[in-house]
């Protein structure tokens, strides 16, 4: 019988044979090692699935899904299939720093407390150079409960914490809270740490330990007038919860930032789409 490794890196695939073999390698570089990497290929019809069995690495798992399963439903199905009780989502475009696993499994081990732990990321385009350097984790560097990382979200108007590869989380707590939620594709992860953020702190790191990839072509390019909607719609909840006693001061700060929020994110993708085409 296999043992249970420490972490489950999940790497939930569609027809994303462009970039995979580079996120994979990303992951396997790790300096710390025991973890399983589990390649979920959501009906691929490229070479996806290929690709990931191409390296025949004994920490890859790949499974399949007999039909394409929406987003929030794949990846709810890759954390089932997760075995370690630490989880880390990476998206198939993305990467991972070499030391991202052993900085961030360190204060999880060590401290039960914490439910999420989260460090900077840089923002790369189509050809992994570097466009935005040290992204995210502004004021939330350090440890925190989550009514502060609450309040500091809403101010921003956004998503100052970051995607699910600069995060790390406890498999259990993803089911006690209901894992991705299947209405709000747009918001899965500053949605699922917020939840996750009821159940324990909040610790940022200082250091940049993933890349988030600006490309023309993936789901956020094409979702710009949905994720803005579910973003204010998100800000509005949260400022309603009970639980993270939300001011009415963060909440002005946050509908007034948002407009700038998204702005950002899509000079983001036009900088992206600009280098693409400098480099072709």
Known sequence: MLSIPSVSVCLPVYNGERFLAETVRSVLDQTYRDFELVVLDNGSTDQSGQIAASFGDPRIRLE????????????NRIVELARGPLVKVVCADDLLHPRCLELQ???MDS??????VAARRHMIDEQSRVIVPRRGLKG???????????????RSGAN???ESN????????????GGWKTDRSNVMDIDLWLRLLQLGD?????????????ASDSISSHSDETLYAQQRMLIEEIGDSPYFQVRSVDLAVGRMLAPAGRARRRALYTLSKVASRKAA
């Not at 401290?111 to 999420?116: C, I």
């Not at 939330?140 to 809403?154: I, K, Q, W, Y």
């Open 166 to 177: 600069n995060v790390l989380f406890r498999r259990d707590d993803f089911f006690t809270v």
């Open 140 to 154: 939330l560097v350090g440890v925190h409960t989550g009514v502060e990382v609450a309040r500091r979200v809403v």
């Open 111 to 116: 401290d039960p407390g914490l439910a999420v």
């Open 64 to 75: 399949h899904n007999r039909e394409t399963l929406p987003q929030a439903e794949n990846w």
């Open 160 to 162: 100052p914490i970051g």
């Open 202 to 214: 909040f610790l940022g790191l200082p250091e940049t330990l993933a890349a988030f990839r600006i």
């Open 105 to 107: 499994v360190g204060p």
